[in-house]
């Protein structure tokens, strides 16, 4: 079968629509596609014909878009969607499905996973959303079997969505194709950034799921609800040595895991395996604030250079508040052992958690300022469907608005669009912009990257002075 898969064009700007929280981001950051890449390696594994094509990555425009698949002839198309993007997304696959009428169409992702029903009823059009993770659900969808046979589908009858039951679940996540091999068939490092790594880099996944309860995170309860599996340590330095071989351009692997470290031990047989391999790329990976020295040091050892920590908050109460599980003290005491360990540091604080007033944002930016990342993230909170968070704002009525074009400003950069007692919406991006310009204004960060910059040119000075060419123009306007 020829099969397309498509992450569509929205904006016709760079929209990281696999980021957790998708929009045009500030820093130019572009995620790998890499949920749709293991679908388009389970296909291809499966002997289909398939075109895969990254839209907003290679500048694929929304008027060129139908004929580049109507030249490929589909008979399935696969495109997927976001919460913010998706009343464009469903013009889009609607517009496709015009010009191949006999095509067979199915919308993935986190908004569809989380509303199917619903975006059915708007989307009459299209055949089936799978809801979840889609690997087995839509290679079977693709062997032709029936849809209404087929469990994790929501499939479009006379009647309005019909759910076929959860999906099936990968077990055994060494058995799924690397997303090395898919990248080299398909897709160009130079298309995807990542600010806080060195460019190019390269993304990769080594476990699904999590174990942790955080309520406004959105991969873990809405594409893998199924509980926390992952590669083995082996099959992870298998695709470091992949990704080395394949992309001599590369300079830094991203692990993008919810959480790489949820169990300390596996980290460091993970990152000796890496070692032991003969890894010769700097890595990055997501972490949390538990994780232990000795875990960071094996890390350290096997080429990896930044850990990715989601601070969120530096007040305990709003951590309690959103089953967290961490606490303020971990946070300032994993930041010593990253020291220790010779790591740096990306720091990830939001705002707008319940329980939120302006003494606890003071708290936060003062605790980014005491943590001293060597760069830092502030959001306003982004409440997605499926989420707990998103149905607590729901039913509290601090939900502004359900209309998700509003998640966006209309330079397609984040929003928010909740409004706390007391600190309405507007309030909210006003602190995160101040504290952005608070953090990295400052004199003594500013000495620290140049010396840094001077110390590392050509790895570490043309990150920074690549970040900083995007991150200048948002950085000195929208200040509170």
């Given at each position: 079968?020829?099969?397309s898969?498509?992450?569509?064009p929205?904006?016709?700007?760079?929209?990281s629509r696999?980021?957790?929280s998708p929009?045009?981001?500030k820093?130019?950051?572009?995620y790998?596609?890499?949920w749709l890449?293991?679908?388009?390696?389970?296909?291809?594994?499966?002997?289909?014909?398939?075109?895969f094509?990254?839209?907003p990555?290679?500048?694929?425009?929304?008027?060129?878009?139908?004929?580049v698949v109507?030249?490929?002839?589909?008979e399935?198309?696969?495109?997927?969607?976001?919460?913010p993007?998706?009343?464009s997304?469903?013009?889009?696959?609607e517009?496709?499905?015009?010009?191949?009428p006999g095509t067979?169409l199915v919308?993935?992702?986190?908004?569809?996973?989380?509303?199917?029903i619903?975006?059915l009823?708007?989307a009459?059009?299209?055949?089936?959303v799978?809801v979840?993770?889609?690997?087995?659900s839509?290679v079977?969808?693709?062997?032709?079997?029936?849809?209404?046979?087929?469990?994790?589908?929501c499939?479009?009858?006379?009647?309005?969505g019909?759910?076929t039951?959860?999906?099936?679940?990968?077990?055994d996540l060494?058995?799924l194709?690397?997303?090395?091999?898919?990248?080299?068939r398909?897709?160009r490092?130079?298309?995807?950034?990542?600010a806080?790594?060195?460019?190019p880099?390269?993304?990769?996944?080594t476990?699904?799921?999590?174990?942790?309860k955080?309520?406004?995170?959105v991969?873990p309860?809405?594409?893998?609800?199924?509980?926390?599996?992952?590669r083995?340590?082996?099959n992870?330095a298998a695709e470091?040595?992949l990704?080395?071989e394949?992309?001599p351009?590369?300079?830094e692997?991203?692990v993008?895991?919810?959480?790489f470290?949820?169990?300390?031990?596996?980290?460091s047989?993970?990152?000796?395996a890496?070692?032991a391999?003969?890894?010769r790329?700097?890595?990055?990976a997501?972490?949390?604030?538990n994780?232990s020295l000795?875990?960071?040091?094996?890390?350290?050892a096997a080429?990896?250079?930044?850990?990715i920590?989601?601070?969120e908050?530096?007040?305990?109460?709003i951590?309690?508040?959103v089953s967290?599980?961490?606490t303020?003290?971990?946070?300032?005491d994993?930041s010593?052992?990253a020291?220790k360990?010779?790591?740096?540091?990306h720091?990830c604080?939001?705002?707008?958690n319940?329980?939120?007033?302006r003494?606890?944002?003071e708290?936060?930016?003062?605790m980014?300022?005491?943590l001293?990342p060597?760069?830092?993230?502030?959001?306003?909170?982004?409440?997605?469907?499926?989420t707990?968070l998103y149905?607590q704002?729901q039913?509290?009525?601090?939900l502004?608005?359900?209309?998700?074009?509003?998640?966006?400003?209309?330079?397609?950069?984040?929003?928010?669009v909740?409004?706390?007692?007391?600190?309405p919406a507007?309030e909210?991006?006003s602190?995160c912009?101040?504290?952005?310009k608070?953090?990295?204004?400052?004199?003594?960060y500013?000495?620290?990257?140049?010396?840094?910059?001077?110390?590392?040119?050509?790895?570490?000075?043309?990150?920074?002075?690549?970040?900083f060419g995007?991150f200048?123009?948002?950085?000195?306007?929208?200040?509170?």
């Amino acid at each position: 079968m020829r099969i397309s898969v498509v992450n569509p064009p929205f904006m016709n700007g760079r929209f990281s629509r696999t980021s957790r929280s998708p929009a045009i981001v500030k820093s130019g950051t572009m995620y790998w596609p890499f949920w749709l890449a293991y679908l388009v390696g389970g296909l291809e594994r499966a002997g289909h014909t398939v075109q895969f094509l990254d839209c907003p990555a290679r500048g694929i425009r929304r008027e060129d878009l139908s004929s580049v698949v109507g030249d490929f002839g589909p008979e399935l198309l696969v495109m997927d969607t976001s919460t913010p993007s998706i009343n464009s997304d469903l013009e889009v696959a609607e517009g496709l499905k015009m010009g191949l009428p006999g095509t067979r169409l199915v919308l993935v992702g986190t908004h569809v996973s989380a509303l199917p029903i619903q975006v059915l009823a708007r989307a009459p059009f299209a055949d089936a959303v799978a809801v979840g993770e889609y690997d087995i659900s839509l290679v079977r969808a693709a062997s032709g079997e029936d849809l209404m046979k087929v469990p994790g589908l929501c499939v479009n009858t006379p009647d309005g969505g019909v759910l076929t039951g959860p999906p099936e679940l990968v077990e055994d996540l060494d058995s799924l194709p690397f997303l090395a091999d898919v990248y080299r068939r398909h897709l160009r490092p130079e298309d995807y950034f990542f600010a806080a790594a060195r460019y190019p880099s390269v993304m990769t996944i080594t476990s699904r799921g999590c174990p942790y309860k955080c309520s406004f995170c959105v991969w873990p309860q809405v594409l893998h609800p199924g509980g926390y599996r992952a590669r083995s340590a082996g099959n992870v330095a298998a695709e470091f040595r992949l990704i080395a071989e394949y992309f001599p351009q590369a300079r830094e692997i991203v692990v993008e895991d919810d959480t790489f470290s949820v169990d300390s031990s596996r980290v460091s047989q993970v990152a000796s395996a890496i070692a032991a391999a003969g890894n010769r790329l700097p890595w990055t990976a997501n972490t949390r604030a538990n994780l232990s020295l000795e875990a960071m040091r094996t890390m350290k050892a096997a080429g990896c250079r930044m850990l990715i920590v989601g601070y969120e908050s530096g007040s305990q109460e709003i951590l309690n508040g959103v089953s967290k599980g961490t606490t303020v003290q971990q946070n300032l005491d994993f930041s010593t052992r990253a020291r220790k360990a010779g790591l740096m540091v990306h720091g990830c604080f939001m705002v707008g958690n319940p329980g939120e007033t302006r003494k606890t944002m003071e708290q936060t930016l003062s605790m980014a300022m005491k943590l001293r990342p060597d760069t830092a993230q502030f959001f306003p909170i982004m409440a997605y469907p499926g989420t707990r968070l998103y149905d607590q704002y729901q039913r509290q009525g601090m939900l502004r608005t359900t209309d998700y074009s509003q998640w966006l400003t209309p330079d397609g950069l984040h929003n928010c669009v909740v409004d706390l007692p007391g600190l309405p919406a507007e309030e909210l991006v006003s602190f995160c912009n101040h504290a952005r310009k608070k953090f990295y204004l400052r004199p003594s960060y500013i000495a620290a990257k140049v010396v840094q910059s001077l110390l590392h040119p050509l790895t570490e000075g043309k990150r920074n002075l690549k970040a900083f060419g995007t991150f200048r123009r948002h950085l000195f306007r929208g200040s509170r």
